[in-house]
């Protein structure tokens, strides 16, 4: 059974939350203030954290950055609709998905379904279904087994949406892929309006890889249309 | 008391009256120095001096030395010297006033009746070695204004002096007035710009005059400003914090509902969905609209691909009109690049192209252009345009209003236009365009954006 930590000040709220996603199949903890929700995700005891960005103590924010330097636990950031700037901020600082609030439980236990299953994919991807294989590309390489990003022989942390979404473009090379087809393959979700969650691990995958050696853009914006890893053959 | 008014009327009177007093001394040292040199204390005297210096260089360097230095005493003074013959006639040829000539003849006469007698006037003669003999005499009544203005000496000094002395007083006093209102204005355009932080009273140094009031003036300002436009956010995210929370357990509330009915109830929870959705949607635009009308957004600005912006919209926004069989294109499109806040911009384009896509009729599209003015130069024109009945023209100009309502039943089925053409009015405005609305004549409307590429107009 999948565990969530749920991080937020409204203490009704978690309390209905929680008994929603626990009928949904998952167990459930709480955290009030940023400080608590810091303590108990660094105990292991949690698969993913539904964060608020509004806490006491440590925002969402500065929870996430704090997680960060050593965890790369799965976090879905729940955002004031329409502040576009938390958005980006949070995406940039790591977060999986994210999430405008208030929002409807339903697509909540999707969302936190899609991340899971992503994790757990990779995760068990050597054991059971194709075989670890190395993609290689030029000063890039990713190593499906031991889910491992490396540039220039240096290991790049990444989370596992951020690892996904590059692992896609990669098998891609050189091809556009749109952004309804990143959602799915690599969030393992839908499109929906006002998403702009695939243009933010875009942009963290960028600024954690850099440009290729000789000064190119490494993901290319194709107008309109998606991306693409840029390829030479 | 005044103090600039102090400031500028006493740099201007001090200046002109040292002006005044620096020629004066100047002109009077001059002549001082002239005299001491020469020891001439009057013109008869000069005269009498000039006369012996006269008669010392006939005799050494003849007619010609004579002459040049004639023409050099005409230059430096004010009063002419004639050097005339025996006929009356100047050596240099100038023109010999009648009353001179008169004069002189009187004083022949006189001199001639004084016989034997040696008139100081017979000094005047100078005797050339080879024969032949001048007089000089100072015509004083050819002494004209115009004349002594002309010696360079006379005009030169003061013009001198009061070039420098203004010159100076000036040029200190027009930076001293400039500097800081410059410091001012640039002030005043970073805080429009929403630097709020600024303040500048720190910057006069030790002035106490009307410039320091007013950059103390515009501190109280900023301060003030600052505190109302911070009151203003915090009210904001208070009241969006405040109506949201109840909105979140609403939403938790529903969906704990329906783990529960199984069904029962479902069309009823539907619709408590659909209006907690709308009532949701409603706050983020009031938000969004009443940070919009705070106006401090742009300074988050940066260049913004237009075309690769429009693109990527119209294909989020056709992907969900395509699921009510209706589409949005690009019809025509133009590179261009202006600096904008994308997030404003992006909600203003997004605002009007999800409207379009509302109203459009079912198995049309919404067709968007975006090219460069033809009617204005320095201009863009973003043009999106409906298949779908148009609005009344007399609502055309209200479209833009918040909570406008075309009247029809339609409308109020699809609960009206809301605050997305106002959201677009408002972001367009901000960046210096404008908006307009307008029905085709075969059925539609077009809404017509028009962007400034120079942002800084």
Redesign the interface.
């Given at each position: 059974m999948n565990r969530i930590l749920l991080a937020d000040d409204d203490v009704e709220l978690c309390g209905m939350l929680k008994q929603y996603l626990e009928v949904e199949g998952f167990q459930v903890g709480m955290a009030h203030d940023g400080e608590a929700t810091l303590n108990q995700a660094q105990t292991g005891d949690y698969d993913l954290i539904v964060l608020d960005v509004m806490m006491p103590l440590l925002n969402g924010f500065d929870v996430l950055r704090e997680l960060r330097k050593d965890s790369l636990l799965p976090v879905l950031m729940l955002t004031a609709r329409g502040e576009d700037v938390d958005s980006i901020v949070g995406l940039e600082l790591g977060a999986d998905d994210y999430l405008p609030k208030p929002c409807n439980p339903r697509v909540l236990a999707a969302r936190i379904r899609a991340i899971l299953r992503r994790e757990q994919k990779q995760t068990q991807h050597g054991e059971e279904t194709a075989p670890p294989e190395t993609l290689t590309l030029g000063d890039l390489e990713i190593q499906t087994g031991s889910r491992t990003v490396t540039l220039n022989g240096e290991p790049v942390a990444m989370t596992s949406t951020e690892y996904s979404v590059l692992k896609v473009l990669l098998r891609e090379a050189g091809h556009v892929v749109s952004k309804a087809e990143l959602s799915e393959r690599a969030l393992g979700r839908e499109l929906t309006r006002y998403d702009r969650s695939i243009d933010m691990h875009l942009s963290s995958l960028r600024k954690k890889l850099g440009s290729l050696a000789n000064g190119e853009e490494r993901i290319k914006t194709v107008r309109g249309v998606g991306y693409q890893y840029t390829h030479r053959v | 008391m005044n103090r600039l008014f102090w400031k500028i009327f006493l740099s201007f009177w001090i200046s002109l009256v040292l002006f005044a007093g620096i020629s004066l001394l100047a002109a009077s040292l001059f002549l001082e120095h002239m005299r001491g040199q020469d020891e001439m204390e009057s013109p008869r005297d000069r005269h009498i001096s000039y006369i012996e210096e006269a008669q010392f260089i006939a005799e050494n360097d003849g007619i010609d030395g004579l002459k040049s230095w004639l023409r050099k005493l005409d230059h430096r003074e004010a009063i002419p010297f004639l050097l005339l013959d025996e006929h009356g006639k100047d050596l240099l040829e100038r023109p010999v006033s009648p009353h001179l000539t008169e004069r002189l003849n009187r004083k022949q006469r006189s001199s001639r009746h004084m016989e034997g007698g040696r008139s100081p006037r017979h000094r005047d003669l100078i005797q050339l070695p080879k024969g032949g003999e001048y007089r000089l005499v100072p015509d004083f009544q050819a002494v004209t204004l115009n004349r002594v203005l002309r010696r360079p000496r006379v005009i030169a000094i003061p013009v001198i002096v009061a070039a420098i002395v203004s010159g100076l007083v000036c040029f200190f006093l027009a930076g001293y007035l400039t500097r800081p209102i410059r410091r001012l204005s640039r002030a005043t355009h970073q805080f429009a710009a929403g630097d709020l932080d600024l303040r500048i009273a720190s910057t006069m140094g030790g002035r106490r005059d009307e410039i320091a009031d007013l950059a103390r003036d515009f501190d109280h300002m900023a301060e003030r400003l600052q505190a109302l436009i911070g009151a203003q956010k915090q009210l904001l995210s208070d009241v969006?914090?405040e109506l949201?929370?109840p909105?979140?357990?609403?939403?938790?509330?529903?969906?704990?509902a329906?783990?529960r009915e199984q069904h029962q109830a479902n069309v009823e929870l539907d619709r408590i969905?659909r209006e907690?959705d709308r009532l949701?949607e409603l706050i983020?635009q009031l938000?969004?609209l009443a940070r919009l009308e705070s106006g401090t957004q742009l300074s988050h600005s940066g260049p913004v691909?237009l075309?690769?912006l429009?693109?990527?919209i119209?294909?989020?926004t056709d992907?969900?009109a395509r699921a009510a069989n209706r589409q949005v294109r690009?019809i025509d499109s133009a590179p261009a690049t202006i600096d904008a806040n994308e997030?404003l911009l992006r909600s203003a384009l997004e605002n009007v192209i999800r409207n379009g896509a509302k109203y459009t009729d079912e198995n049309t599209s919404v067709e968007i252009s975006l090219q460069h003015d033809p009617e204005h130069t320095g201009w863009l024109l973003i043009q999106v345009r409906d298949h779908g009945p148009g609005v009344p023209n007399d609502m055309l100009t209200k479209l833009f209003e918040p909570f406008v309502r075309v009247g029809d039943a339609r409308d109020r089925k699809s609960g009206g236009y809301g605050l997305g053409l106002a959201i677009a009015e408002r972001a367009i405005c901000l960046h210096g365009g404008e908006i307009s609305a307008s029905n085709e004549p075969d059925g539609g409307l077009t809404v017509s954006i028009r962007l400034p590429l120079d942002q800084t107009k």
């Open positions: - | 969006s914090h949201r929370s909105l979140a357990r609403l939403q938790v509330a529903l969906g704990l329906r783990q969905e907690a949701n983020g938000l969004s691909d075309a690769a429009l693109a990527e119209a294909e989020s992907f969900e690009i997030t």
